[in-house]
Every structure is written in structure tokens, then in C-alpha cells.
């Protein structure tokens, strides 16, 4: 089946600095790819579309120049926390479509983002 | 806007109990319907879907059936194990959002001891 990973797991860094997460889709090549936030006992919110080769599709209230989204290949997306704050700390999610569509995403297993 | 409501949890059975998770929907147009699982340290994973009313998805023992008039897609199990504890997601996607975009339910968490 299609597998997607999300890379890290968890990390903690310090208010002020930016973390990285990486989103792969491992066998299959994914155009579309969508991050979504999780807060504790919550939904999964969308933050934005990402599709690769183009500029990804931010939802109403979500900063993009805070949360910066990077789609270079049909099998890496990337999520950059700017300048991250306490408020930021979350647990982030990504997708992705595989190629046969039918409304279907694959999900990673998402990264625990801490900032102190 | 579009909108999951979901029962909250968590939900704790005895195996081979019955199981119901009520969702309901709000929604424009004719959305298709999801039940998601995440198992413990794993992605969400598709569990069964539907498309139109009338539809009934079901997948390892777990049905639900898309009630328009209701507007509900409710999961039922007629026998858990303690392998089906999990997170369960209902989502819709295809309607103000478009097809691509899916809105969750805040999940319910099962619980099954033997």
C-alpha cells in the first residue's frame, strides 16, 4: 500500500528558532500533498495544499510566512515553523494523493512539535 | 461551513461487544463520507468510505451507511477485539472545501479490554 513518513518524529527546540518537518511519500509520486495541525483531543485542522512545483494553498488564518511549505519533488514536502513560539507547539500531519486520486490520502504518522 | 460532529470518547467495550460511533455532517452539496482509523504511533489510515446516500462502506467488520435525511454516517462493529483500539476519524470531503479536501471529526478514542 502507499506509504507516507514524516521526518522527525518529535523535536524540541527553543523559542525563536525555525524547525523543519519532511513530509515523503515512499512509492508512489504524490502532486498533492496537504499538512494539518492536530491540538490535543481535537480534529485534524488543514493548514494549506501543498502541490508540488507551484506555490502551496494556504487556509483562511494560516501564516504563510510562518509556515513556510516547500513541495520540490512529486515524493518531498516540507513544512518550516519560522521563528517558532510556545503557541506553535503542536502535532503536525501530512498527506498525500496518490496518483489514482478517488478522494483518498495517505496520512504519515505525524511529528510532535514542543517549543520551549 | 462544512463540519464533522463525532461522539466524544473515549469509548471503553469488553470484546466481543457491540460498537456504535455516531457521526454527524454538516454540509453544501453531496459530500462523500469517511471513517478514518490511527492506530497507537501509526498515520490515519482509510477505513471504509461512501459516496452518495444510500451508499454503505464497510471494511474489516466495520460498516456505516450514509444517511442523508440524518445526515449521519455512524460506525458500528457487531463484535470488537482489542486490536480495533484506536482513534476513529469521521471526515467528509466534496463539499464548500472541493473534493480534495477533507474535514475531520475531533475523533473518538476506543478502548477494548478483553
Known amino acids: 500500500g502507499a506509504v507516507v513518513s514524516q521526518h522527525p518524529s518529535w523535536v524540541i527546540c527553543k523559542s525563536g528558532t525555525s524547525v523543519k518537518i519532511e513530509c515523503r511519500s515512499l512509492?508512489?509520486?504524490?502532486?498533492?500533498m496537504f499538512w494539518y495541525r492536530q491540538f490535543p483531543k481535537q480534529s485534524l485542522m488543514l493548514m494549506a495544499t501543498?502541490?508540488?512545483?507551484?506555490?502551496?494553498?494556504?487556509e483562511q488564518g494560516v501564516e504563510k510566512d510562518k509556515f513556510l511549505i516547500n513541495h520540490a519533488s512529486l515524493t518531498l514536502s516540507t513544512l518550516t515553523v519560522t521563528s517558532a513560539h510556545p503557541e506553535d507547539s503542536s502535532f503536525y500531519i501530512c498527506?498525500?494523493?496518490?496518483?489514482?486520486?478517488?478522494?483518498?490520502?495517505?496520512f504519515g504518522p505525524g511529528t510532535r512539535l514542543t517549543v520551549t | 461551513g462544512d463540519s464533522v460532529t463525532q461522539m466524544e470518547g473515549p469509548v471503553t467495550l469488553s470484546e466481543e461487544a457491540f460498537l456504535t460511533i455516531n457521526c454527524t455532517y454538516t454540509?453544501?452539496?453531496?459530500?462523500?463520507l469517511f471513517w478514518y482509523v490511527q492506530y497507537p504511533g501509526e498515520g490515519l489510515q482509510l477505513l471504509l468510505k461512501a459516496t452518495k446516500a444510500d451508499d454503505k462502506g464497510s471494511n474489516k467488520g466495520f460498516e456505516a451507511t450514509y444517511r442523508k435525511e440524518t445526515t449521519s454516517f455512524h460506525l458500528e462493529k457487531g463484535s470488537v477485539q482489542v486490536s480495533d483500539s484506536a482513534v476513529y476519524f469521521c471526515a467528509l470531503s466534496g463539499g464548500t472545501g472541493g473534493y480534495n479536501k477533507l474535514i475531520f471529526g475531533a475523533g473518538t478514542r476506543l478502548a477494548v479490554h478483553p
Open positions: 501543498s502541490n508540488e512545483g507551484s506555490k502551496a494553498t494556504y
Open positions: 498527506s498525500a494523493d496518490p496518483p489514482s486520486g478517488a478522494y483518498e490520502q495517505y
Open positions: 454540509a453544501t452539496g453531496y459530500p462523500s
Open positions: 512509492d508512489f509520486q504524490a502532486t498533492t
